[in-house]
């Protein structure tokens, strides 16, 4: 059986808490997602169905096509290095690129992603374009964690402003005053961000409908086949905490997982959470990003469930 050694140190490093008698290992870490081809196109998978496609990719596209001109008006040179911050398949960078070139401004393409598979199916979708104003496509593998070595390489060579993109409710992922932090410190005066996340003011078990799906558990349980546990071992469950959904697997039985020299010994109702997502509200979605950007513009969904919003430092 071969594991994964990247996971497998997250779970040992992690270690588990104790909630009653039930011991909860915590790796809820997006990285640990995509970090196989197959991860990485369970994903797209599931982006691409009508569920997904409704609540989250639809509303984020009509967004940005609607205050597109107000993005451009904000951009004030005539190079631009588009920064995708977990570039996904680059549909809605091509948005972007699109109406940034038709008014003259050359784009690079800097799709950044933890997966080699995302980046390269983004990088396809921009050399379908043709355009001579695509300067060049400069990619990273990489997480968010290394953005300000990223940015630095680019302010180097003097390429225009930077446009960072946060789509498809990234930023729901993340602790979101560590992600905006680590973002907003590896902008310059000028640079603009661009985030597109989901909002709820819906009650947890209408929530948590959207979670208890089988395309969402396809992309998650491979995170725990690759340190040796098979499906029929794991029961998927999510449950709504602390302004958060949990996705989490409870052992259906005792397993021991060894690599190297070292074991974990997991419990039958041990619970291991996989995965987390952020829920805001508009208005604290706004009090957010009032902390980072003074100038700032947020745009909502008809229904008040998706947000747009373009800040500028």
Same mark, same amino acid.
């Given at each position: ?16 808490s ?7 290992w915590?790796i ?9 081809p197959?991860q990485?196109?369970?994903f797209l ?22 205050n ?9 040179s005539k190079?631009? &290095? ?7 398949d680059g549909?809605k960078a091509v948005?972007?690129?699109?109406n940034?070139?038709?008014?003259g401004?050359k784009v690079?393409?800097?799709?950044i992603?933890?997966s080699?598979y995302?980046?390269?199916k983004a990088?396809?979708q921009?050399?379908?374009l043709?355009m001579?104003e695509?300067?060049?496509?400069q990619?990273n ?12 390489l680019l ?5 225009g402003?930077n446009?960072f993109?946060?789509?498809?409710n ?6 979101? &005053?560590e992600l905006?932090?680590?973002i907003?410190s ?14 709820d +003011?819906r ?8 979670? #208890? #799906?089988d ?5 998650l349980?491979?995170?725990? +086949?690759?340190?040796?546990?098979k499906r ?6 999510a ?6 959904v949990e ?15 070292k074991?974990?010994?997991? #419990?039958?109702g ?27 513009d947020?745009?909502?969904?008809r229904? &008040?469930?998706?947000?747009l ?5």
């Amino acid at each position: 059986m071969q594991v994964n050694d990247l996971i497998f140190k997250e779970l040992i490093k992690r270690g588990y808490s104790l909630e009653g008698k039930t011991r909860v290992w915590n790796i809820a870490d997006s990285k640990l997602w995509y970090l196989t081809p197959e991860q990485a196109q369970a994903f797209l998978d599931l982006e691409k169905s009508k569920d997904y496609q409704g609540d989250v990719i639809q509303k984020e596209v009509d967004l940005i096509k609607a205050n597109m001109e107000k993005l451009v008006r904000r951009i004030k040179s005539k190079a631009v &290095n588009i920064i995708d911050l977990g570039c996904g398949d680059g549909k809605k960078a091509v948005l972007f690129i699109q109406n940034l070139t038709k008014k003259g401004i050359k784009v690079r393409y800097c799709p950044i992603d933890i997966s080699n598979y995302m980046v390269e199916k983004a990088l396809e979708q921009v050399r379908k374009l043709n355009m001579s104003e695509v300067i060049e496509c400069q990619w990273n593998i990489s997480d968010f964690e290394n953005l300000e070595n990223i940015t630095s390489l680019l302010r180097k060579e003097k390429v225009g402003c930077n446009i960072f993109l946060l789509l498809g409710n990234t930023l729901g992922n993340f602790e979101i &005053n560590e992600l905006m932090y680590e973002i907003r410190s590896s902008m310059r005066e000028g640079d603009v961000l661009v985030i597109g996340n989901g909002l709820d +003011t819906r009650k947890p078990d209408a929530i948590l409908k959207a979670y #208890n #799906n089988d395309l969402l558990d396809n992309l998650l349980i491979r995170t725990l +086949t690759q340190i040796g546990l098979k499906r029929d071992e794991l029961e998927y469950s999510a449950r709504f905490r602390n302004s958060r959904v949990e996705m989490y697997y409870t052992m259906k039985k005792d397993k021991k997982i060894e690599f190297l020299d070292k074991h974990v010994n997991l #419990n039958k109702g041990d619970q291991i959470v996989v995965a987390v997502s952020y829920k805001y509200d508009k208005s604290d979605f706004k009090s957010f990003m009032k902390i980072y950007f003074d100038d700032l513009d947020i745009f909502m969904s008809r229904d &008040n469930s998706y947000a747009l919003a373009l800040c500028r430092k």
